[in-house]
C-alpha cells in the first residue's frame, strides 16, 4: 500500500519561504512521477509542479515558475518543493501524489495522494 506523507506547511509572511517534503512509502517508485498540486478554498485542485522519479526531467506551472524548485532524494523516497517568494494568492492546501502517467499535468492520472498541507501566505 503506497502512502505518501506531506510536511513542512505553515502560517508565513509574503516573501518568505517553505519547503513542502512529501514521503513515499509502501511501493516501488522507480516508473513514477512525483507531483504537487494545491487547492484554495472554493477552487479546483491545479497542477504546482511534478518530477520524474530519477530527478532528470521537472515540470512547473507558470504561476510558480521561477520561484518553486522541485527536487528528489532517492535515497529516502522523499520530494520537496521549495517555494521562495511566497505570495498571498499561493495560499492553498497543498497535496503530493505519484503517477505512473507521462501526464504529469493532470491530476486525474495520479493514483495515490497524500492528506495534504496547509500553505498560509498573509500580505
Known amino acids: 500500500q503506497v502512502q505518501l506523507v506531506e510536511s513542512g506547511g505553515g502560517l508565513v509572511q509574503a516573501g518568505a519561504s517553505l519547503r513542502l517534503s512529501c514521503a513515499a512509502s509502501?511501493?516501488?517508485?522507480?516508473?513514477?512521477?512525483m507531483g504537487w498540486f494545491r487547492q484554495a478554498p472554493g477552487k479546483e485542485r491545479v497542477f504546482v509542479a511534478a518530477?520524474?522519479?530519477?530527478?532528470?526531467?521537472?515540470y512547473y506551472a507558470d504561476s510558480v515558475k521561477g520561484r518553486f524548485t522541485i527536487s528528489i532524494d532517492n535515497a529516502k523516497n522523499t520530494v520537496y518543493l521549495q517555494m521562495n517568494n511566497l505570495k498571498p494568492e499561493d495560499t492553498a492546501v497543498y497535496y503530493c501524489a505519484a503517477t505512473r502517467s507521462r501526464l504529469v499535468r493532470l491530476s486525474g492520472v495520479y493514483d495515490y495522494w497524500g492528506q495534504g498541507t496547509q500553505v498560509t501566505v498573509s500580505s
Open positions: 509502501g511501493g516501488t517508485f522507480s516508473s513514477v512521477a
Open positions: 518530477i520524474t522519479w530519477s530527478g532528470s526531467s521537472s
